[in-house]
């Protein structure tokens, strides 16, 4: 089994920056991990994935040149690092890990979610 516990959500303004975490228990180390999120009254949508490894990463375009993600075998640990936020990221960030070592862009790919970590963006 895996769980999966997200960090590091909250509130800021327009153009400012959090990092996320995303703290695994359990053999994740050969898989690849995403992120996606949800807003009120949307659909969950993928945001950024990394392969096992770490040197494959893949990002929504709605995200491209102001999110990083980034991991850490050694700790069992995915970062998001979100800058230049806009209140359209505002949503309930979920971290994910994925069936295969590479990266997946589809929800249905992903077999153990986190609870969720609420970041909100204010004008």
């Known amino acids: 089994q895996v769980q999966l516990v997200e960090s590091g959500g909250g509130l800021v303004q327009a153009g400012e920056s959090l990092r996320l975490s995303c703290a695994a228990s359990g053999r994740t180390f050969s898989n690849a991990m995403g992120w996606f999120r949800q807003a009120p009254g949307k659909e969950r949508e993928f945001v950024a994935a990394i392969s096992w490894n770490g040197i494959g990463t893949y990002y929504a375009d709605s995200v491209k040149g102001r999110f990083t993600i980034s991991r850490d075998n050694a700790k069992n640990t995915v970062y998001l690092q979100m800058n230049s936020l806009k209140p359209e990221d505002t949503a309930v960030y979920y971290c994910?890990?994925?069936?295969?070592?590479?990266?997946?862009?589809?929800?249905?790919?992903?077999?153990?979610w986190g609870q969720g970590t609420q970041v909100t963006v204010s004008s």
């Open positions: 994910a890990l994925d069936r295969n070592s590479f990266i997946s862009t589809g929800w249905g790919d992903y077999t153990y």
